[in-house]
C-alpha cells in the first residue's frame, strides 16, 4: 500500500520561505512522477510542480521563478522550495505519486499573511 506524508505546511508572512516534504512508502515502480498540488478555498486543485524521476521539471506559471521541486530518488522522498511568497499562495498543498494510478497525501496548510 502506497502511503505518502507530507510535512512542512505553516503559517508565514508575504515574502517568506517553506520548505515541503513528501516522503513515500510502500511499492511502487522507480519509473514515476512526484509532485505537489494546490487548493484555495472555493478553487479547484490545481498543479503546481512536478518532477520525474530523470529529474525533470514543471512548473506552473505562477510559482516559476520563486518555487524550486526536487527529490531524492534514495529516500524516495520530494521536496518543494518556496521563496517569496505571496497571500495567493496559500491554500493545502498536497502531495502526488503518478505510477500507474494517481496516489495522493492527506494535505499540508500553507498560509501567507500579508
Known amino acids: 500500500q502506497v502511503q505518502l506524508v507530507e510535512s512542512g505546511g505553516g503559517l508565514v508572512q508575504a515574502g517568506g520561505s517553506l520548505r515541503l516534504s513528501c516522503a513515500a512508502s510502500?511499492?511502487?515502480?522507480?519509473?514515476?512522477?512526484m509532485g505537489w498540488y494546490r487548493q484555495a478555498p472555493g478553487k479547484q486543485r490545481e498543479l503546481v510542480a512536478t518532477?520525474?524521476?530523470?529529474?525533470?521539471?514543471n512548473y506552473a506559471d505562477s510559482v516559476k521563478g520563486r518555487f524550486t521541486i526536487s527529490r531524492d530518488n534514495a529516500k524516495r522522498t520530494v521536496y518543494l522550495q518556496m521563496n517569496s511568497l505571496k497571500p495567493e499562495d496559500t491554500a493545502v498543498y498536497y502531495c502526488?505519486?503518478?505510477?500507474?494510478?494517481?496516489?495522493w497525501g492527506q494535505g499540508t496548510q500553507v498560509t501567507v499573511s500579508s
Open positions: 518532477i520525474t524521476n530523470f529529474r525533470r521539471t
Open positions: 510502500g511499492s511502487f515502480f522507480s519509473i514515476n512522477t
Open positions: 502526488n505519486l503518478k505510477v500507474t494510478e494517481d496516489y
